[in-house]
């Protein structure tokens, strides 16, 4: 607590007595970074000194969520801080709700690569993330109405305790201009880039603590600053204002977080973005990573690069760019070993999710790599075409430049041909990816194609979000080894039949509840029922993860209830918790959003549902919600369309922290519902395969609506109206969408939803047989640790070990 206080008198310049929340939470975060550093430095020193393989996982987004708590378990720390505090007179639950979270994410991707990167440090993996350093995260929530509007992120204006600037170590990167070719002195004929303008990228160093091990791995994010030339060459032409803005036009690179989830835009300043941080990222490696005098022949020994969907793709033509232009290496070289050091990891199915780029876009940013990447598809359509003599068809469907709508770049093709492995993050998506997406690759290059199932840091998402499960699982397993073994999870099975046991996992999550009840009354003003079912459905807002699946089923009770059809007292008091945002653009899911608050203010004012039927929408929804959120539910709701959720990651945290799932066969529900079984989990809808007999022979959604008289009335009631004042206009884009187009087979499965939601309340109806399924869920999710993800890759991906310290 010295320590503490010294922080607090000469780091935030204040004393006890005048110490705002904020300066006390920025002193404590500074504290446990000191704490910290001494292992940090150690890592870093043995890293350099044992030259292992590494990973470098290149992401553009890190949703990484408050960063003080995890800090505090990783170091064992928790408890003598609480108690130090608390002689000081200060609690320390008051200094986590202090804690901003850097939201430098859209969703699932952005907060798979925090997951992993917390992984990589507890396996001790040697590893280091890189990405961008975003002014401004992904945008702040509010409803005016009922509708979305977004605010700035600004989580940076009440001090980042947490990063290490290095304005010293910054980078040039270069974009624009023209190549030529030039004469070598050995008389050679090369092709000379000469940029247009170029930034600097300031890395910021942030700590990856490893749980309890004393490793300290780095996550590096990038910033972009104004180059001395750009600002000296402008300044001296003597016009102050347009230098200003020069700058501003170079720190715009990493100004904000692009909210497009799923949905690429081709926008110039994300490419810009992509390549930034890239370009820093290989540049820092080489020259700083690596010893001085490294042969770069031997990289592949040194490092692999994972590639976090095709945002980092651009790296593979950057690298040879280092190799044939910089080093004066072959083209032949070049490729062999750049071929070796890339893997790329698919998160989609959706085709117009794949990033293609426009060549006019691209060869005006980065002319040279467009030079690059013409010439690695030549060479790969040579070799298609000797495999596949008269097979032109196959040549234009694999080519990674596309012929139409325009000329474009598909970097999944790119990343595909250049990389060691692809893979798919859930057993069936990466099945559908050898099927479907990527078929002609998988035939063209069998042993490529791999599968690594995602998964979840229990540090975060089950030690320190539910805490009460947690002690339960120590108190069983007889340590906390399980919170970095999951596996060991699996003795909980047998307690599943002890009747104590089970009284007290109720115990724990009617507890986790009542915590979320007073969490939403504060931040939102929204009042709930602890003992009403919690039926949760959190995810981005997105046509195929079919939130409106999830409103028709309360549409449908709400209007059975109030015409009669169903009595009040036959209903289980359920609270459906939504919580999504809508990429700024994304017109129908804004309209979704507007429709689910608008029938949760109907529903919640009704007295003939009162006590039985509540909706609760809180804004906002992010990482440090979904701690509070998820360990409270009873219900998971995975209800997308199959073939659509590539794995899905929400899916494992609910059923870790005790929920049973109601889910479509999808993503990771598969592998979810294969450990746990049938009796403990809710199938239901259309299988993948049927999904595509169904489009194949012509979907008809309004056929549904005619035959079903439970969902014609929940549409019609939508459209009567009933949720917008009279207004049939207001909510008539998502109705007519669902009755004439329904991409997503809403209608299709809406039946068997509802059917199975009826399974879900008889199942309820016995709380000793719902808790038993609850405890054989958690028992049975070791698998979904990230822990096991890491090994996935470290066995089939990286060919790389962890690298034990020496104690
Ligand atoms: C973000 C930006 C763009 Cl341009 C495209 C996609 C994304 C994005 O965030 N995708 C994403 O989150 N995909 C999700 O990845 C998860 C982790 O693998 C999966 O669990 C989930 O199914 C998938 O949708």
């Known amino acids: ?362 060869g005006r940013l980065l002319p040279r790599h467009l030079e690059i990447i013409y010439r690695i598809n030549e060479e790969f359509l040579l070799g298609l075409r000797a495999a596949y003599p008269d097979d032109e068809l196959r040549a234009r469907r694999m080519s990674i430049v596309a012929e139409f709508p325009e000329r474009g770049i598909r970097m999944a093709h790119l990343a595909t041909v250049a990389g060691v492995k692809v893979n798919g993050v859930a057993a069936l998506h990466s099945q559908l990816l050898r099927d479907k997406v990527l078929h002609d690759f998988a035939e063209y290059y069998p042993g490529k194609f791999t599968n690594v199932t995602n998964g979840i840091t229990p540090r975060r998402f089950v030690r320190l979000s539910n805490p009460g499960l947690s002690g339960l699982i120590t108190e069983a397993v007889g340590s906390d080894a399980w919170v970095s073994d999951l596996d060991r999870l699996r003795e909980l099975e047998p307690l599943a039949d002890d009747a104590e046991f089970r009284r007290r996992f109720r115990e724990v999550k009617a507890a986790n509840k009542r915590r979320l009840v007073q969490v939403l009354v504060e931040r939102d003003g929204i009042e709930l029922d602890p003992d009403t079912m919690f039926d949760v459905m959190v995810k981005r807002l997105h046509e195929y993860k079919r939130q409106t699946l999830k409103l028709l089923h309360v549409v449908t009770l709400y209007q059975q209830i109030t015409t009669g059809a169903l009595d009040v007292e036959d209903v289980t008091p359920r609270t459906f918790a939504f919580g999504a945002k809508a990429a700024p653009g994304y017109r129908m899911a804004k309209q979704i959003i507007g429709l689910i608050n608008a029938v949760g203010r109907t529903v919640n004012a009704d007295p003939a549902v009162q006590g039985r039927l509540t909706v609760a929408f809180p804004a906002n929804y992010n990482v440090t919600l979904a701690e509070t959120l998820i360990p409270a539910a009873d219900l998971s709701e995975q209800i997308s369309l199959a073939g659509k959720e590539a794995s899905g990651t929400g899916n494992m945290k609910f059923m870790l922290n005790g929920a049973l799932t109601i889910g479509t066969d999808d993503g990771a529900n598969v592998e979810i519902r294969e450990l746990v079984g049938d009796d403990n989990f809710f199938l239901f809808g259309l299988t993948e395969p049927e999904v595509a007999e169904v489009v194949e022979s012509g979907y008809h959604p309004t056929s549904y609506y005619e035959t079903n008289p439970h969902l014609r009335h929940a549409l019609d009631l939508i459209a009567s109206g009933a949720f917008s004042d009279g207004d049939r206009s207001v909510f008539e884009p998502v109705v007519s969408n669902l009755l004439h187009e329904d991409r997503f087979l809403v209608l299709a499965d809406f039946q068997a939803y509802l059917d199975a939601q009826a399974r879900v309340d008889a199942a309820y109806a016995d709380p000793e047989a719902w808790t038993r399924s609850a405890i054989l869920n958690v028992a049975r999710g070791g698998f979904f640790s990230s822990d096991r993800s890491m090994r996935d890759y470290l066995d089939r991906v990286w060919h790389a070990h962890p690298v034990p310290p020496i104690s």
């Not at 593979?316 to 050091?341: C, G, H, N, T, Y």
């Open 1 to 362: 607590m010295r320590e503490y206080l010294r922080e607090l008198n000469f780091g935030q310049g204040v004393d006890l007595s005048r110490a705002s929340v904020n300066d006390q939470y920025l002193a404590l975060a500074r504290t446990v970074r000191h704490y910290l550093m001494v292992r940090w430095l150690e890592t870093l020193r043995r890293q350099s000194e044992v030259q292992a393989k590494s990973v470098a996982y290149l992401s553009a987004e890190f949703l990484l969520g408050r960063q003080l708590d995890n800090a505090l378990l990783a170091a064992d720390l928790t408890d003598i801080v609480e108690e130090g505090l608390s002689g000081l007179g200060i609690d320390l639950d008051t200094l986590r709700q202090a804690e901003v979270e850097p939201g430098l994410g859209n969703g699932g991707l952005g907060r798979l690569a925090a997951c992993f990167i917390d992984s990589l440090a507890t396996m001790n993996v040697p590893s280091i993330g890189y990405g961008i350093r975003y002014e401004y995260g992904i945008f702040r929530q509010t409803f005016v109405d009922g509708w979305q509007v977004e605010k700035p992120d600004s989580w940076l204006t009440l001090g980042s305790p947490w990063e290490f600037p290095h304005p010293e170590m910054a980078v040039e990167v270069s974009f624009g201009g023209s190549v030529a070719d030039w004469e070598d002195d050995d008389g050679t004929v090369r092709r000379r880039w000469t940029p247009g303008w170029s930034v600097l990228g300031v890395p910021y160093n942030y700590m990856v603590p490893g749980y309890g091990n004393g490793r300290v791995n780095t996550l590096r994010l990038w910033s972009a600053r104004a180059t001395r030339a750009f600002d000296l060459e402008i300044f001296n032409s003597g016009d102050y204002a347009q230098a200003v803005r020069a700058q501003t036009f170079a720190e715009n690179i990493s100004k904000v977080l692009y909210p497009e989830d799923s949905t690429p835009q081709g926008k110039e300043l994300r490419l810009q973005q992509q390549y930034f941080f890239v370009a820093c990222s290989l540049k820092d490696f080489v020259d700083q990573v690596l010893p001085k005098d490294f042969d770069l022949t031997n990289l592949p020994d040194r490092i692999h690069f994972q590639l976090n969907d095709t945002h980092p793709v651009i790296a593979i033509p950057e690298l040879m760019r280092i190799l044939v232009d910089e080093k004066k290496w072959s083209w032949d070289d070049a490729w062999s070993v750049v071929r070796q050091v890339f893997s790329y990891t698919c998160h989609t199915l959706l085709p117009e999710a794949l990033e293609v780029w426009s060549v006019e876009l691209l």
